[in-house]
């Protein structure tokens, strides 16, 4: 078996075509590994045999059988066209467009609550945007109700939808949703954005108060389905459903040989921040996975929500109770439901805490690429010597240098305390494959305050 933190490029195989959707068809979960052996081969004669110049059908969406409660390798990586970035107002908006495929909604805490979101129709695309505030380069990881609104030729197509909060193992955050398209052509998009109601500090802080509206065009034709669905990178069937992530993708059109595809092990440094520089601008080509990949629309520079690395936060790191000392790797955080869970208390004299007593930054990430855990509510109890000496609601924040994290004001706690973070309800968001059993089931985060 091979370790999912070590995969390399000869691990994948790229398939294109209509041979993409023979392929997906014969590695189905759940298919008979004897027929699958013998009819797989048969498909692929088939296949090679069939034209390729119009394609129309989105491929199989492969599933890993009985995936584990916790963040997964899928089956494939995605194959995707990033458009030009869109500025407007504070932010800036890049449009991703990918194959209609399944994802899961969550709406509660356990395994229950999760449904399975299915394309209505083949044809037509997964539309995809992430935002970021233009002067910070913090991705906005919150739903506060945009809007979508597509036209053909000046004719509205379809109602106006909401698109749904997302995280994705190669994308991080985004907001998205399958659209079904009645015919090829170009199609504008518009996007409203509502202002943010959610609580905004640091660079943030007074901004982003404002509703803002983005157009942009696609083609959608067979040049764009041949991209999207011969584009599909299929792992090794050996890590499907093993520990681990993808790593994020290069924005572009994902699915050339411009990238590896390396397996995300927690220790990347392409998405540091640190209180000078948020990681957001300014990447190195030959340390940033962003960079140096390009469309047909030209170089595109989209940030990764990655949240910033442990040493990047000030104050004192809260520590598990069982541990002698603070982390230095995410994997090493507590953890609830898969999440692991930075918590740091800074001093009165921090701009957090505006002389008001200690402020508790609760900061809840993936384990691998470091996403934020959106959409939340975490309470807080302190314990001292088996006597309840605090207890309050952790707020949602977006700061502008350690993105968004709960936080909340306490007047007493000191060295020696016993920490417990409270899940109230987990991470409202929906998830692409490889995180739709993660992050439901999240028993309490228990921490120590250090001696400092």
Not at 52 to 71: K, Q, R, S, Y
Not at 89 to 101: E, F, K, Q, R
Not at 163 to 181: A, K, Y
Not at 415 to 439: K, L, M, N, W
């Amino acid at each position: 078996m091979q370790n999912p933190t070590t995969i390399d490029r000869r691990t994948f195989v790229t398939r294109t075509g209509a041979v993409a959707g023979a392929l997906a068809l014969a590695g189905c979960a759940g298919t008979d590994e004897d027929d699958a052996e013998t009819d797989g081969d048969d498909d692929l004669e088939e296949a090679a045999d069939e034209p390729t110049d119009d394609v129309e059908a989105v491929p199989e969406f492969i599933e890993v059988e009985d995936p584990p409660d916790a963040v997964y390798v899928p089956t494939h990586r995605e194959a995707m066209r990033t458009l030009e970035p869109v500025e407007t107002g504070h932010v800036a908006i890049a449009p991703m467009l990918s194959y209609p495929h399944p994802f899961w909604i969550v709406a509660g805490g356990d395994e229950e609550s999760v449904s399975r979101e299915e394309p209505e129709e083949a044809r037509g695309v997964h539309l995809m945007f992430t935002v970021w505030d233009r002067e910070t380069g913090v991705v906005l990881p919150v739903d506060d109700g945009a809007q979508l609104r597509l036209e053909r030729d000046g004719e509205g197509v379809g109602s106006p939808r909401s698109p749904w909060t997302m995280i994705s193992q190669e994308m991080g955050f985004h907001f998205g949703d399958n659209v079904t398209l009645p015919e090829d052509g170009t199609y504008t998009v518009e996007v409203e954005l509502p202002p943010l109601s959610t609580r905004l500090t640091g660079d943030l802080e007074g901004r982003l108060d404002e509703s803002v509206t983005a157009t942009f065009e696609f083609e959608y034709d067979d040049e764009f389905r041949q991209t999207v669905v011969g584009g599909i990178e299929y792992l090794d069937e050996d890590v499907w459903g093993e520990r681990g992530a993808l790593e994020p993708m290069e924005h572009g059109d994902h699915g050339s040989d411009d990238h590896d595809g390396h397996v995300d092990d927690g220790h990347d440094d392409h998405h540091d921040h640190s209180d000078d520089d948020h990681g957001h601008d300014d990447h190195d080509d030959e340390d940033d996975g962003h960079d140096g990949h390009h469309d047909d629309h030209g170089h595109h520079d989209v940030p990764y929500s990655a949240l910033p690395e442990i040493d990047d936060y000030p104050g004192t790191i809260l520590v598990d109770p069982d541990a002698g000392a603070a982390p230095d790797d995410t994997r090493d955080l507590p953890s609830s439901g898969e999440a692991r869970f930075l918590a740091t208390l800074l001093e009165s004299d921090h701009r957090l805490a505006d002389d008001e007593g200690h402020y508790l930054l609760v900061s809840p990430r993936t384990p691998y690429n470091r996403v934020p855990l959106a959409d939340m509510s975490l309470s807080v109890t302190i314990d001292r010597d088996g006597t309840v000496v605090d207890e309050t609601t952790l707020e949602q924040t977006i700061d502008g240098t350690y993105d968004l994290h709960y936080g909340a004001v306490l007047a007493d706690v000191e060295a020696g305390d016993t920490v417990t973070v409270e899940i109230e309800s987990p991470p409202q968001v929906a998830r692409h494959q490889g995180y739709e059993t993660a992050f439901l089931e999240m028993p309490p985060v228990e921490f120590r305050v250090p001696e400092e």
